[in-house]
């Protein structure tokens, strides 16, 4: 008999431990386990791990990792299926539907219904500083990008793809990617994010930045006070010196979600 764990948690053995006997055996239900699975995901708002799904079904987790294996070959059509208008995906440490990439301008426009509303590119450079260099925070980011992120981290983190995740000593909030970063962009993990060496200038041509910095920053210091209090934000993390970049950035309650990748959630 496998080993009982508190919280209804699959153990070294990858039978789920319950707390309550099942009411129900799910071989007996209508379509058999499968169909169960496929039940389970169709209510899922997030991604569901192999083990949650074992524990509820009360399977074994490595029986449940086959059964997703079969059903995401068969959405795609392999054997002698047919392809279907939806993927089972496992991103961000789960499984869930998605629309297949193949209809992604008919669930585009039927989403979006003509109205486009993407992420700016300082909104995109910001973001891609944060994933990169998490945690992080936005006196950091700002003096990558060398412009006040105040507000673009703003308009990230109420689009749920940036969250405060810990505090520095010095007060500052440290900011991290969120799972529905990872979920957006079809990624398990930090680690497939692409490499950024490739990317990166030589060493020549990186020679006299830093001198150049320093003048900057010499310069913002001797600049005349125009009477205006720092912010507190800004007093923590030496942001009040740098030029907003969010000006132009729309309102995050007047824009509606960002256009779907090929595999928007159905």
Do not use: C, K
Not at 120 to 149: D, K
């Amino acid at each position: 008999m496998s080993a009982q764990t508190p919280d209804g948690v699959a153990d070294e053995t990858g039978v789920p431990a319950t707390v309550d006997e099942l009411a129900f055996d799910v071989a007996d239900l209508p379509g058999g386990a499968e169909a169960a699975v496929e039940a389970v995901l169709m209510v899922a708002d997030e991604p569901v791990s192999a083990v949650e799904i074992a524990t509820v079904l009360g399977l074994a987790t490595t029986r449940v990792e086959a059964l997703l294996d079969e059903l995401a070959a068969e959405y795609r059509g392999v054997g002698q299926s047919r392809p279907r208008g939806f993927e089972l995906r496992n991103v961000a440490g789960g499984w869930r539907f998605y629309s297949a990439p193949a209809h992604a301008d008919v669930v585009g426009r039927f989403v979006l219904d003509g109205q486009t509303a993407r992420l700016t590119q300082a909104a995109l450079e910001t973001l891609a500083v944060i994933a990169y260099r998490q945690p992080v925070t936005r006196g950091q980011v700002s003096a990558v990008r060398g412009v006040n992120v105040d507000s673009v981290v703003r308009t990230l983190a109420a689009r749920g793809l940036v969250a405060e995740i810990g505090t520095e000593p010095s007060g500052a909030v440290l900011y991290g990617t969120t799972t529905y970063f990872l979920e957006r962009l079809g990624m398990t993990s930090l680690d497939d994010l692409p490499p950024l060496a490739p990317y990166l200038p030589d060493i020549e041509s990186m020679s006299g930045i830093d001198e150049e910095l320093d003048d900057g920053r010499r310069g913002a210091r001797g600049r005349p006070d125009d009477g205006a209090p720092a912010s507190a934000a800004g007093a923590v993390d030496g942001t009040d010196l740098l030029p907003d970049d969010g000006a132009d950035e729309p309102d995050v309650q007047d824009q509606p979600d960002q256009q779907p990748d090929e595999g928007s959630q159905p």
